[in-house]
């Protein structure tokens, strides 16, 4: 069964404090993964990582993936309140004619001033 | 990045009635896909449509249910069929692009 498990489920910090959330997948025909923040209904585009060892990097954000050990993290430096969001981790993934897309839970993350 | 027009953006409903959802793409797409996401929980992924051909369901998910129309290929509708609580959710259409997955605003269902 293809599943994908973010860590921690919820963290709590305070502003300037710097976070890692964690993804780790089990899939058939891996082809990218994918990293959301979602505030309200839509998730927002983060990154798409598809080879390993590549950092892609965007403001304070910036994200990884390791291919042989099936996992990514996102880190955020210097937190902001407006980070806080829940942060999803999808892997696109395909069997056949199939291609689809498969969520984490998320981490809700809690930036307090 | 692609321009996702989803409407409407909410609406509550009385059960035992149907809701259609409609999804608009600023540019054409083989493949449209339709997901869920009930209270407190991820997206779900309930069916891919492909323009001129039948939708593709998930597992515990049906047409009857949740009928999909592709009629070109940059717009699709979702009909959420005979609601009932359980279906308060949000739905989301996403798209795919080379630079990745994008998503509509989503629509906000209760179902009272």
């Known amino acids: 069964e293809d599943k994908v498990v973010q860590s921690p489920l919820s963290l709590v910090v305070h502003e300037g404090d710097t976070v890692t959330l964690n993804c780790s997948y089990e899939v058939t025909n891996f082809r990218s993964l994918l990293w959301y923040k979602q505030e309200k209904k839509a998730p927002t585009f983060l990154f798409m990582l598809?080879?390993?060892?590549i950092e892609k990097k965007s403001g304070r954000l910036s994200s990884i993936l390791d291919k042989k050990e099936l996992f990514s993290i996102l880190n955020i430096t210097a937190t902001q309140t407006g980070d806080s969001a829940v942060y999803l981790c999808a892997v696109a993934h395909s069997g056949g004619s199939n291609y689809k897309l498969t969520f984490g839970k998320g981490t809700l993350l809690t930036v307090n001033p | 990045s692609a321009v996702i027009s989803q409407k409407p953006s909410r609406d509550i409903c009385q059960r035992g009635t149907s809701l259609t959802i409609q999804c608009q793409v600023d540019s054409q797409v083989t493949m449209m896909f339709w997901y869920r996401q009930q209270p407190g929980q991820s997206l779900t992924l309930i069916a891919t449509?492909?323009?001129?051909?039948?939708?593709?369901?998930e597992s515990g998910f049906v047409i009857d249910k949740f009928p999909i129309s592709r009629p070109n290929l940059t717009f699709s509708t979702l009909t959420v069929s005979n609601m009932s609580p359980e279906d308060s959710s949000i739905y989301l259409c996403s798209v795919d692009r080379s630079a990745g997955a994008f998503f509509g605003q989503g629509t906000r269902l209760t179902v009272v």
């Open positions: 598809t080879s390993s060892g």
């Open positions: 449509a492909n323009q001129g051909s039948e939708a593709t369901y």
